[in-house]
């Protein structure tokens, strides 16, 4: 049984036809319901391309559906089968496949059937194709019978029905100027096909074959083989109707011809191919003399003699030029016949070949009229034409002529000034009307929206403006004026055209200037140059344009702005303004720097040194960069590109005019902006200024901005620091504190300069707690603050406005009252602070050092005790020998350290701190009183010092005693340059100076107390 099984197995797979097994679905009643795949064979698999693996298990109505097919009739037989348990051979069209195949059902065991599948299309079609060509040979047979068309029409329809697959269920009918040529049976139903013909070009009428029932077929009744042949008779059919219609056309003309021929006004020759005459009208038997009956037989040259009436040269028969040129001929305007009787006359004349249906010439017609008097007519306007002709084509202007016809202008005359002005030769207008039209720029096109013709006013001419594109690619203006010529039946129009272009341009110019001007008024810069390049970009009929600025070094660019044009359909980056390049990196697009003079570049793709753009830059063709200078140096660049010709020096004129003009105003909204700047801020600070504080505090002072605070300090010590380190150290330290107070106010808050060393800080929406805290951080923050080793120290006050009871000026009032208590209670401790930083710093640079001070103190106060002075000028000579030398902090570490002698320059810088230490006492209450002995202390007995030259006891004595002290004090301990002088030198050396430089009494009372000055011989010094 196993060994049987694989054997039949076997005999599946290697069996020609497809085989496929079904299980059998009952319903409740034992009716079949469904037919389930079970088993197929690879045959089965190819001829209907469905895989096992994907139909196995499954519903064969269901396949059949979802692959496109008709399952009906198949279906009925399976259940006819499944039932009566016989074999039924039937047949399937697979409309998925476009296949028609046998089908074998057999029953198997109770639950099973099966099915044998062959591929019939071949020979179905080979049947179906036999019952179209025998329709296709009844039909040929029917058009060879001489019949008229009316009857050939009535037999059509019945020859059709045995071309189909069902005959006797077909009718049919033909539909033809309106009748209806029909089969005895014909109806009409749902199941038909129809095919159309065509007469001479035109829908004529069609054919449709109809099936009265339907047939027992899944899907579409008509085959597209039966489609193909009804589309071929339909087609025959109309070629049919054509022959006949012609046939009996011809016939009629024939007859026509005659009478035509016999009434019309010229005269009309035929010959065949060897120049024979054939026929003859009236009208040339008139022109020749010669009877139609004589003619016919003779050569044309015996009948038809003509010569040019300018040389009386025979005239080459224009038959014989026909038949070799195979073309229509005509003769000269200039040529005569003489007729039989010797009369000569002019005539206009005309040949052309006659051929047959194979396109063979068979002969020659020739068409001639008598033009005598119009010749003559046309001699004289010629001359006068030559002489119109003359004046128009020297004229500067272009000058047409055009006609209305059909509403439509037609260009007539075209002086030969064209081709210099527009580039394109009259021919070319002649031949083509609308040529002028389509060179009109597209902007301007709507000037001819409405005929032109329709906007004169009778025996006014009409004059309007528009751009014309010359041949060779570029635009320029045309000022056109028209003035119409009227008669019965013609209208024309002639036309100057001028070439406005430079006036045009000088308008653009100087309208473009305009716009610039006004449009900056209201404008920001980047703006300004938008519309400078919008501007030039339209003048220069360029879609590109940019604008760089140039470093002052002239070695960075900054992209500044491009035109409108450029952004919204060339550029493509992210980042459009702003954008910085080095000079040495760029392309040839910068060599304008480089050469300093503008640059053109007409074929940029060719530059080998062009270098790539960056992605997004638009693509450039052609450019023209120009720089802009200011003072000798290139502060911008301007730049257009793509201009559809070649850039030119007018180009470059034009471009250079308006880069100018903008950076001009570019130049005017920078100092506009500075202007408006400096008016409200504080240049040293950077802070507003009073004037901008006082409107601030005008509009801030509403209820909506309560509660607001008020913050003002003062920078103590300012004046000290002037005088002794000069304004550039105060402006560092007031640039600190600005600095401070903006890293200590939020963005909101106000704050101002309100003078020379006050602030005043604005906050509004702000109580006083929160004020008083931002006072906290500045203190802070100046605590922690020194400039130049100066520390920065300011008084601070704080009031707030809580409700509208007092003013801003009020409350401002209020701060600084609080300001100036915290000032007086902190400015000894200030100025005790400022001047220890001066000190300190002195003694860095010099050899003024604290050891320095209290030796000259000891000396100084040891002559104070001899000469018995009181306590408080003791205290002052303290002082006084502390600050003698503070005048010295303005000058350099170099100069207070030299170790040569000093120039004479350098000599004058020194002279000088008497009176810098002069002022700098000055300047502090609790120094002043020292000021004076401070400036004197380099002044000399006998009058040789400096800086006011006093003599004697003019000196202040505390001043000669400070002199007397640093001289010794310098003698004993010596100075790099200066070596320590022994004992018995400085005696000397005071017993020389006595009465001269120094005071000689004074000198008495030291030298006896030098003893007493803890002289130590071991160190050669003073301790």
């Not at 010797?342 to 017609?365: C, H, M, T, Y």
């Not at 938008?530 to 501007?535: A, I, M, P, R, Y």
Request: aromatic share 8%; hydrophobic share 35%.
């Amino acid at each position: 049984m196993e060994q049987a099984e694989k054997r039949l197995q076997l005999l599946l797979k290697k069996m020609q036809d497809g085989y496929a097994r079904h299980r059998i679905i009952f319903d409740s009643n034992r009716e079949p319901a469904k037919f389930i795949f079970q088993e197929v064979n690879p045959v089965f698999e190819k001829i209907t391309r469905l895989k096992a693996e994907k139909i196995i298990g499954k519903d064969v109505e269901e396949i059949l559906i979802k692959t496109g097919n008709y399952p009906g009739a198949l279906l009925e037989t399976y259940r006819l089968v499944a039932k009566e348990r016989e074999t039924v051979i039937t047949e399937f069209f697979s409309h998925r496949l476009q296949r028609y195949y046998e089908v074998i059902v057999f029953p198997e065991e109770e639950e099973f059937l099966s099915i044998i599948l062959r591929d019939i299309t071949d020979k179905y079609e080979k049947k179906e194709r036999t019952k179209e060509l025998g329709g296709l040979y009844n039909f040929s047979l029917l058009l060879r019978e001489e019949e008229t068309m009316e009857k050939t029409l009535e037999k059509l329809p019945g020859i059709l029905p045995s071309a189909f697959q069902f005959p006797q269920l077909v009718s049919a009918r033909v539909l033809h100027n309106n009748k209806s040529f029909s089969t005895e049976n014909f109806k009409k139903s749902p199941w038909k096909i129809s095919s159309g013909f065509r007469v001479f070009g035109k829908e004529a009428g069609k054919i449709e074959v109809y099936y009265m029932s339907r047939p027992d077929l899944d899907g579409e009744p008509f085959f597209k083989e039966e489609k193909l042949m009804l589309e071929t008779i339909s087609e025959h059919l109309g070629r049919f109707i054509e022959q006949i219609k012609a046939r009996e056309a011809l016939q009629e003309n024939e007859e026509k011809l005659s009478k035509t021929l016999d009434s019309i006004g010229d005269g009309v020759i035929v010959t065949d191919t060897g120049g024979v005459i054939t026929r003859m009208n009236p009208q040339a038997e008139k022109l020749t003399g010669w009877a139609a009956e004589e003619s016919q037989g003779r050569l044309l040259d015996e009948v038809f003699r003509i010569f040019n009436s300018k040389t009386s040269e025979p005239v080459p028969n224009p038959v014989f030029r026909v038949l070799e040129t195979g073309r229509v001929q005509g003769l000269a305007n200039d040529t005569t016949i003489v007729s039989r009787d010797g009369k000569e006359r002019q005539i206009a004349d005309s040949a052309a070949p006659i051929k047959d249906l194979d396109n063979n010439i068979i002969g020659v017609i020739m068409v001639f009229s008598d033009i005598t008097e119009e010749y003559r007519t046309r001699e004289a306007l010629r001359k006068n034409q030559e002489q119109m002709d003359a004046i128009l084509s020297n004229s500067p202007a272009v000058i047409y002529s055009y006609r209305v016809k059909d509403n439509r202008p037609v260009i007539s005359y075209v002086n030969d000034n064209a081709v210099n002005v527009l580039g394109f030769s009259p021919e070319e207008f002649l031949q083509d009307s609308d040529l002028w039209f389509q060179q009109v720029h597209p902007e301007d096109k709507r000037i001819f929206s409405q005929p032109v013709w329709k906007k004169m006013k009778k025996g006014k001419p009409y004059s309007f403006e528009y751009r014309f594109k010359h041949r060779e690619g570029n635009y320029f203006w045309i000022l056109e004026t028209q003035n119409k010529i009227e008669d019965e039946d013609n209208l024309e129009i002639v036309s100057v055209c001028w070439d406005i272009t430079e006036r045009k341009r000088a308008e653009r110019l100087i309208q473009a200037r305009l716009n610039l001007l006004t449009f900056a008024q209201n404008n920001s810069e980047q703006k300004v140059l938008q519309k400078t390049l919008d501007e030039v970009c339209y003048i220069l009929d360029s879609p590109i344009g940019f604008f760089h600025f140039v470093s002052s070094d002239e070695q960075e660019l900054q992209l500044k702005a491009w035109s409108t044009k450029t952004l919204g359909s060339f550029c493509q980056l992210s980042n459009k303004s702003n954008m910085a390049y080095r000079v040495s990196e760029a392309g040839v697009w910068v060599e304008c720097l480089r050469e300093r003079k503008p640059v053109i570049h007409n074929d940029y793709s060719t530059l080998p040194n062009r270098k790539d753009l960056p992605s997004g830059h638009p693509q450039i063709i052609r450019e023209l960069v120009v720089p802009i200078f200011r003072q000798g140096k290139i502060v911008a660049i301007m730049g257009i590109g793509n201009k559809p010709r070649d850039y030119s020096d007018e180009d470059i004129q034009v471009a250079s005019y308006f880069a100018d003009i903008a950076w001009s105003l570019v130049e005017q909204k920078q100092n506009e902006r500075k202007i408006h700047y400096i008016s409200f801020h504080d240049i040293l600070t950077d802070l507003y200024n009073r004037a901008f504080l006082e409107e601030e505090m005008k509009r801030l002072d509403t209820q909506r901005q309560l509660p607001i605070s008020i913050i003002m300090l003062d920078l103590n010590g300012l004046k000290l620091v002037n005088d002794t380190y000069g304004h550039q150290v105060g402006d560092e330290l007031l640039k600190g504190v600005a600095e401070i107070l903006k890293n200590s106010c939020r963005q909101e808050d106000i704050i101002a300069r309100w003078g020379g060393d006050e602030f005043v800080i604005l906050l509004p929406k702000t109580g006083r707690k929160s004020a008083g805290e931002v006072g906290k951080r500045i203190r802070r923050k100046s605590r922690e603050k020194k400039v130049r080793d100066i520390p920065v120290s300011i008084a601070l006050g704080v009031a707030a406005k809580e409700n509208l009871n007092k003013t801003l000026a009020d409350t401002l009032k209020e701060a600084e009252d609080y300001m100036y208590k915290q000032k007086l209670s902190e400015s000894r401790s200030t100025r005790s602070a400022v001047l220890n930083a001066l000190l300190k710093t002195l003694a860095t640079k010099s050899y003024e050092t604290e050891e320095h001070t209290r030796r000259m103190q000891k000396i100084a106060l040891k002559i104070g005790e001899k000469l018995g002075l009181p306590e408080s000028e003791m205290s002052r000579l303290t002082l006084l020998i502390t600050l003698h030398d503070i005048g010295k902090i303005n000058l350099s570490e170099e100069l207070l350290t030299k170790k040569g002698s000093l120039t004479e320059k350098e000599w004058a810088q020194m002279k000088k701190h008497p009176e810098t230490g002069y002022r700098i006492a000055r300047a502090t209450e609790e120094f002043s009183h020292v000021a004076e002995d401070i400036l004197a202390h380099h002044e000399h007995w006998d009058g040789s010092g400096y800086p006011r030259g006093l003599k004697g006891e003019k000196i202040p004595l505390l001043a000669r005693i400070t002199s007397i002290a640093d001289a010794f004090e310098i003698m004993a301990n010596g100075r790099p340059y200066k070596k320590a002088l022994s004992k018995k030198e400085i005696i000397e050396e005071f017993q020389r100076c006595s009465g001269k430089q120094f005071d000689p009494e004074l000198v008495g009372i030291f030298l006896s107390s030098i003893e007493e000055m803890f002289w130590d011989e071991n160190n050669g010094g003073s301790i």
